[in-house]
């Protein structure tokens, strides 16, 4: 029977749901505030970006009750609207079983094209980035020989371990396919989708030895499979503290060197309603941090999680906002953008419903115009209040946050959860005005008109009862500044600190569209094909330093590489490549380079060596060079 919701009451796995801080004031409010909400001056986690699983994807679905086509795959109105709209940078998708022909021992070809196909669509609106999830291995490579976690008897399934070898060869021999058809390299691969949940749907159950023996046979196989670009993801348990199923207490697991050079981002979805404490949650993001590994969220959604659709609106906010503020994710997926339904107030697991036309959803509204404003490369800043009633952080539902986002505006959601209206005066945020806009059960982030900022402060702002507001400053003077930028190559205040392009087809200006830090950076115009350099001449560095970079690429660059350099006086060239591929776009990207002890002083040059593939036209950043 075909599935059409992935979560069925997942063993009661509930949501918490994210509440954002957003300053807001209605007109002609004669109620002067005896609250306020602080936005801090400290940045938090720089976000990389913002995902979801678009869609279920089987070109064989094609019709629902002689109706729908429940595939994604024709219907461009809701294509535009999750891959425009919504501020999407990366999509995670499934390696389904199907994709293995046990008959042959080889891929199923056919299958992995609608996998192929979902990636492109994603590609065409120019989401370059993406992740694999496993559901379940292959039937045939499991014992009992079922796709889904448990049979109809109740028998939880497993990896044969004698198939271990054979499954990670067919995971590596499926990303190198996907790449050969023109839909690049993944990001980033995981091995089992909740590896403890014995579910009635595609999973597998994995215990802590098996679990790490493949996690190691997984990396090495990609390292040797042409695949090394590939991070390894996970455990993506359903709560933050059921990873420590598969990887240890605390991660003891990670003592192990061999597993915990194997994998690369701890990932774990946020199903936790009924199962964490905040002291849980806080102990998970702090041993998260000390394993020295990114920290990604790749599935929540607010099923279960209220009874209308104000509700889990409500409610997913203020999950979200606890996701980022309480665990330090720098990425964060909703779990499904579109689902074959018309009926948006009862299925809140989908951004989009629709047949043709899309049906938003009220988070739809919410994250787009959050994820719009606050995009990749923008950073998480912590919130205060002096009202009692709402929840700023220590929380395992926090209501307001903010972002700090890479053309220096400070962008603050705030929920209002109470059945009270609040007038609070909010503070420490940037411009000169700020817009509000505003949900609640009768709207979607109406615009609810601009107000003067002060000082750093919007006075008497209205957040009516029940509702979400995101706030987007305008410019970046007044209240807290972003932090200034102390690099010896800063980019700011027009300088260009004498760089140069090595060709006309390189234009370079001073920009304050991006900035890594304070305002400004180093804008590289390209509009040609071939192999530049942007450089400047006898800088003042000594040898032994390491150099630190910071590069902005967009999605869908035609570059093959980047290259930080420096060349002594000897012409002795020291440098750091970089694909493309391997680089977030969209977001600043750090690279670091070691000036060799024993090079002749004084340096000729430094600087970023670039490679197009074919003619390109498109512009990167470069910001905060500094040793």
């Not at 008959?103 to 370059?128: E, F, M, P, V």
């Not at 929380?395 to 890479?406: G, H, L, R, T």
């Not at 690279?591 to 036209?617: D, F, M």
């Amino acid at each position: 029977m075909m599935k059409f919701y992935r979560k069925a009451h997942v063993s009661g796995l509930a949501m918490l749901l994210f509440v954002t801080l957003v300053l807001g004031s209605f007109p002609g409010s004669s109620h002067a505030a005896t609250n306020s909400v602080t936005v801090s001056s400290t940045d938090s986690q720089t976000m990389k970006g913002w995902g979801a699983f678009p869609s279920y994807f089987r070109s064989d679905w094609n019709t629902e009750s002689g109706t729908q086509n429940f595939t994604i795959f024709n219907k461009s109105q809701i294509q535009s609207a999750l891959y425009s709209e919504l501020g999407l940078n990366i999509i995670r998708v499934d390696l389904q079983p199907r994709a293995f022909n046990a008959a042959t021992w080889s891929l199923n070809t056919t299958a992995l094209a609608d996998l192929k196909q979902q990636i492109q669509i994603a590609r065409d609106y120019g989401i370059t980035d993406y992740v694999v999830s496993v559901w379940s291995p292959p039937a045939a490579m499991k014992d009992p020989a079922d796709i889904n976690g448990q049979t109809p008897s109740g028998q939880a399934t497993h990896l044969r371990t004698d198939m271990e070898d054979a499954f990670v060869q067919y995971a590596a021999d499926a990303l190198n396919w996907l790449d050969q058809q023109g839909v690049g390299k993944a990001k980033a691969f995981s091995l089992q989708n909740e590896p403890s949940a014995a579910v009635g749907y595609d999973g597998c159950v994995y215990d802590q030895t098996q679990y790490q023996r493949v996690l190691v046979k997984l990396k090495n196989k990609l390292n040797n499979s042409g695949l090394s670009s590939v991070k390894v993801f996970g455990p993506e348990g359903q709560y933050p503290s059921s990873n420590w199923n598969q990887l240890g207490t605390n991660f003891s697991g990670l003592s192990d060197t061999t597993v915990k050079n194997a994998i690369d981002v701890v990932a774990t979805h946020t199903y936790d309603q009924y199962y964490q404490e905040i002291g849980t949650l806080t102990n998970y993001n702090t041993q998260a941090k000390n394993t020295g590994k990114e920290m990604w969220m790749t599935e929540w959604s607010p099923i279960d999680y209220g009874t209308s659709e104000i509700d889990w609106t409500i409610n997913g906010m203020r999950h979200f906002a606890r996701d980022l503020v309480e665990m330090e994710h720098t990425y964060w997926f909703f779990w499904r953008g579109w689902g074959h339904t018309n009926d948006n107030s009862s299925h809140p697991e989908n951004l989009l419903t629709g047949d043709t036309a899309p049906v938003r959803s009220k988070l739809f509204y919410v994250f787009s115009k959050l994820w719009k404003n606050a995009p990749a490369g923008s950073k998480v800043r912590k919130m205060s209040t002096t009202d009692t009633t709402l929840k700023a952080t220590g929380s395992i539902e926090d209501d307001m946050m903010a972002f700090v986002n890479p053309s220096g505006q400070t962008v603050v959601l705030l929920v209002n959860p109470t059945t009270t209206s609040k007038t609070l005066d909010v503070k420490g945020i940037n411009g000169n005005s700020v817009q509000q806009f505003v949900t609640t059960s009768s709207q979607n982030m109406t615009d609810s008109g601009n107000f003067t900022v002060s000082g750093g402060q919007a006075s008497n702002l209205v957040f009516p009862a029940r509702s979400i507001s995101v706030l987007v400053t305008s410019g970046t003077g007044g209240g807290t500044p972003p932090v200034s930028d102390t690099s010896v190559y800063n980019f700011e205040n027009g300088t260009m600190h004498s760089f140069y392009g090595s060709a006309a087809a390189v234009t370079l200006s001073q920009s304050t569209t991006r900035a890594y830090s304070g305002t400004g950076s180093l804008k590289v115009s390209v509009n040609g094909s071939g192999t530049y350099k942007i450089s400047k001449d006898s800088p003042a560095i000594t040898a032994g330093k390491t150099i630190t970079y910071r590069i902005w690429v967009p999605g869908g660059a035609n570059l093959n590489y980047v290259m930080p350099f420096i060349m002594d006086y000897n012409y002795t060239w020291t440098s750091n490549w970089k694909a493309y591929s391997s680089l977030t776009p969209n977001a600043w990207n750090t690279i670091t380079l070691t000036y060799p002890a024993n090079s002749v002083a004084p340096s000729r040059s430094l600087g970023i060596e670039i490679q197009t593939n074919g003619t390109w036209t498109g512009d990167l950043y470069i910001d905060s060079i500094n040793w």
